[in-house]
């Protein structure tokens, strides 16, 4: 069972517009429209080996009609090893969300990860057991089959074989593959390090990728034809899903170890609490940028703080009575705007962020006073530049105008996935 958020990133998730076919046991079925794809590849290759092995020549419409039932039933094989996932999952207290099948295989799309080594190995081990248990049967029943009628006898040894394949190829050690996940639990349950099982299982997953691509590269050059090319599409495959990871690992790594104050900026005005109403009508109250969030007012008392206030006093008053009025009769506690500690981890901003109905936050100073402000392109910036990368004024401008995560980055999502995986907790 692929990593979900990984296979999201590469496709596009339900963004691509999965089909739901049905619901087994309230798990929904979904079909990527990538899948069709390789089912008429296989439906192709099953017809000319069933060609192969008829006694007589058969009709067309005949080998095509036996090779798509094949390719369906290979697929049908794919959802029980899927299925063997999902059920396991169940019963280890995960919930399953989806089942998709795409044009390398199948993916079980879960909430979180198990929160134990052993209980996330039995997940990922339950596929391949439910693969070889078909193989077995499959491969049994081809002499039987034999004596009723060759074709139905060949129907069986082809799916027992590519049972046999299909649970032998996801035990391979490395991520995305079931033996990666298989190995990133054996790593985790003797280091005690999810985070080292899975530095593992990528490394060897980015080696199985490369000598698949390699291998393909070779078997195509010397005419190894569909068979070379699939190796180099499940290397690349392979190569996207590790940096995909590794991107998923630096930037959980960023949000775990830089606090607040390396991000928050000073965007709030100040003003005091006996200044007339028409004072803040002074003030710009929003950005050049129509899109732009305004910026908060605070307001103080003889240098203490004692509140914010917003226009919406301005909105309410016929302009002639602006200089009537202090800001202290529209002074709101300071406690209503979200706010933050600048001691508090990035991982944490992120969800205060997205609860906000604002996205931003008020930062609070270890002396409990205002200090500065938090928006989604601060956290953002932060967290590239610590791993090294600049982002141009215009494409920070840009998204801060949408109020967003620049370059999209999917912080929220590996949020999540560390939550999930226990490796965070909300109470921290």
């Known amino acids: 069972m692929a990593n979900y958020w990984t296979f999201s990133r590469l496709i596009g998730g339900k963004s691509l517009e999965d089909w739901e076919l049905l619901r087994i046991?309230?798990?929904?079925?979904?079909?990527?429209?990538?899948?069709?794809?390789?089912?008429?590849?296989f439906a192709w290759t099953a017809q000319g080996q069933i060609s192969n092995v008829a006694e007589t020549p058969?009709?067309?419409w005949f080998s095509w009609g036996l090779g798509l039932i094949t390719s369906l039933l290979l697929f049908v094989s794919v959802l029980l090893h899927e299925l063997g996932h999902s059920f396991m999952a169940l019963h280890e207290g995960v919930k399953v969300r989806s089942i998709t099948l795409f044009i390398l295989g199948g993916v079980a799309r879960v909430d979180r990860e198990c929160?134990?080594?052993?209980?996330?190995?039995?997940?990922?081990?339950?596929?391949?057991?439910?693969?070889?248990?078909l193989a077995i049967v499959f491969l049994r029943s081809v002499q039987s089959a034999n004596e009723l009628n060759p074709?139905?006898?060949?129907?069986?040894?082809?799916?027992?074989s590519l049972n046999l394949v299909l649970g032998l190829f996801n035990l391979l050690p490395g991520l995305p593959l079931d033996g990666g996940v298989i190995l990133k639990a054996l790593v985790w349950h003797l280091t005690g390090s999810q985070r080292k099982g899975l530095q593992v299982a990528t490394a060897t997953g980015n080696a199985l990728s490369l000598f698949a691509i390699i291998l393909g590269s070779w078997l195509c050059f010397k005419g190894g034809g569909f068979g070379g090319l699939w190796l180099v599409i499940l290397g690349w495959f392979g190569f996207a899903a590790s940096r995909s990871q590794n991107q998923l690992l630096t930037l959980q790594k960023a949000l775990c170890e830089l606090d607040v104050s390396f991000a928050s900026k000073r965007r709030f005005r100040v003003l005091e609490e006996g200044q007339p109403l028409s004072r803040l009508s002074?003030?710009?109250?929003a950005s050049s940028d129509a899109n732009s969030l305004p910026e908060w007012v605070l307001v103080c008392r003889s240098g203490r703080w004692v509140g914010y206030v917003n226009d919406q006093a301005l909105k309410?008053?016929?302009?002639?009575?602006?200089?009537?009025?202090?800001?202290?009769?529209?002074?709101?506690?300071?406690?209503?705007?979200?706010?933050?500690?600048?001691?508090?981890?990035?991982?944490?901003?992120?969800?205060?962020?997205?609860?906000?109905?604002?996205?931003?936050?008020?930062?609070?100073?270890?002396?409990?006073?205002?200090?500065?402000?938090?928006?989604r392109v601060d956290v953002g910036e932060a967290v590239l530049k610590h791993i090294g990368l600049k982002i141009?004024?215009?494409?920070?401008?840009?998204?801060r105008n949408q109020n967003n995560y620049p370059l999209g980055l999917a912080l929220p999502e590996a949020v999540e996935a560390m939550l999930s995986a226990g490796l965070i907790n909300k109470r921290d």
């Open 316 to 375: 309410d008053l016929p302009v002639q009575y602006w200089n009537q009025h202090s800001l202290a009769d529209y002074t709101k506690p300071l406690n209503e705007l979200p706010s933050i500690g600048e001691r508090a981890f990035l991982w944490q901003a992120v969800i205060a962020l997205e609860k906000s109905h604002e996205g931003r936050l008020l930062v609070f100073n270890l002396a409990g006073l205002p200090s500065g402000t938090l928006d």
């Open 58 to 60: 058969l009709p067309f």
């Open 282 to 285: 002074n003030l710009s109250l």
């Open 115 to 133: 929160s134990t080594a052993m209980g996330s190995l039995r997940v990922a081990i339950a596929g391949p057991l439910v693969s070889f248990l």
């Open 151 to 160: 074709l139905l006898a060949n129907l069986f040894g082809q799916l027992g």
């Open 25 to 41: 046991k309230g798990i929904p079925l979904r079909i990527h429209p990538s899948w069709f794809v390789i089912l008429i590849l």
């Open 392 to 399: 141009p004024k215009n494409f920070l401008d840009m998204a």
